[in-house]
Nanobody
Framework: VQLVESGGDSVLAGGSLRLSCEAS???????????MAWFRQPPGKSREGVAA???????TIADSVKGRFSISKDNAENSLHLQMNSLKPEDTAMYYC????????????????????WGQGTQVTVS
């Protein structure tokens, strides 16, 4: 599937943003069978997992953003969202949407190698 992120912006610390990832190139039944995730890559650092959601709607959130970020998926709209609240300067990064066709995300959800499809990213800057 093809993934396109949107919603990135420059915000002040303490602010909120909602990122979206639109999926295309598949069918409704296809999207329902994907584990989908958000990753981020801060400047000069490696890509890291932020949150993932599987086909049952089970969610995994990285400790660094737990309590501030939430992930959701709209199967009917073929879209994935990341709600980010109480943003901090250390949240500054390029944010990527990723997907892999399997029912459960599993313990490998934070590994970039676990995903087949990636978007181009959307920039989030917190100052």
């Amino acid at each position: 599937v093809q993934l396109v992120e949107s919603g990135g912006d420059s915000v002040l610390a303490g602010g909120s943003l909602r990122l979206s990832c639109e999926a295309s190139g598949g069918t409704y039944s296809t999207y329902r069978s994907y584990c989908m995730a958000w990753f981020r890559q801060p400047p000069g650092k490696s890509r890291e997992g932020v949150a993932a959601i599987d086909t049952r709607g089970s969610v995994t959130i990285a400790d660094s953003v737990k309590g501030r970020f939430s992930i959701s998926k709209d199967n009917a709209e073929n879209s994935l969202h990341l709600q980010m609240n109480s943003l901090k300067p250390e949240d500054t990064a390029m944010y990527y949407c990723a997907a892999v066709r399997r029912w459960f995300c599993g313990d490998s959800w934070e590994e970039t190698e676990a995903y087949n499809d990636w978007g181009q990213g959307t920039q989030v800057t917190v100052s």
